[in-house]
């Protein structure tokens, strides 16, 4: 018995360690493509902004660079690994469980898509605007390669996390975790926590605030929504299970 369990632990550390280097290769890939094509992906970035770009030490051309790769390899890597957390677990589910799950993958990449394009619209159409504009002239303007992107980064990575909610209420639902009466409960409470996540990444503005506020909460209510659907078809498939159970039951 104590050799069988090892040897089924040992069967999924290797599965597992194949899942990871496939992950890896990938990333690897995404990285070097990243890589070649960084000026190009550079070049989108600063193509309508109203300044020059400065650099103040040659550490940074090499830190955006790396950035910049980095970023490619994440987001190309993003639907591999949950294809492969997906193999992994697999044998694990029922066929219509493998089906449900498996149609998170393109989800789970669209979202997170959806969450840069989002932030980065925000950010060039709003918050760039309204910072430059705060200036008006008052002081000399230097702007550099690092800081430019890493503000750029730190309004547009929240968002594509953020935006990936309600995928993860929709599992955390399938697995028992939360429900949708428990996510109207704290409604209120995820409603501050969101309008702080707001305020951090937006300027000091009560109108920017709200536009990034506004599609958070947005995305948490069709995360209540999405958990209702999830949790309804639990219960249907739970009552299904116990009705054909007690009919077992009485022929015999």
Request: charged letters at 15%.
């Amino acid at each position: 018995m104590t050799q069988d369990i090892e040897m089924n632990v040992t069967d999924h550390l290797s599965e597992l360690r194949k899942r990871v280097i496939w992950t890896l290769v990938f990333f690897i890939a995404f990285f070097i493509a990243g890589f070649l094509y960084v000026e190009q992906i550079q070049a989108f970035f600063i193509k309508d902004l109203p300044f020059e770009l400065n650099m103040t030490s040659p550490g940074e051309i090499i830190w955006i660079i790396f950035t910049i790769a980095s970023l490619v390899a994440i987001i190309g890597t993003l639907p591999i690994l949950s294809l492969q957390l997906w193999l992994f677990i697999k044998p694990a589910l029922t066929p219509k469980e493998r089906r449900v799950s498996l149609s998170y993958i393109p989800a789970i990449f669209l979202l997170f898509l959806g969450g840069l394009t989002f932030g980065y619209v925000v950010f060039v159409q709003l918050i760039l605007p309204f910072l430059l504009s705060l200036n008006n002239g008052m002081f000399n303007e230097i702007y550099t390669v690092e800081r430019y992107f890493r503000f750029l980064f730190r309004v547009t990575i929240p968002f594509a996390v953020l935006f990936e909610i309600p995928i993860i209420i929709m599992f955390l639902t399938s697995l028992g975790i939360v429900n949708p009466v428990f996510l109207v409960k704290v409604r209120k409470y995820a409603y501050f926590i969101l309008i702080i996540i707001g305020t951090i990444i937006s300027p000091p503005d009560f109108i920017l605030q709200l536009v990034v506020a506004v599609p958070l909460i947005i995305l948490y209510e069709v995360s209540i929504i999405l958990s209702k659907v999830v949790y309804r078809k639990k219960l249907e498939n739970h009552r299904a299970f116990m009705e054909t159970d007690d009919e077992n039951d009485t022929s015999v």
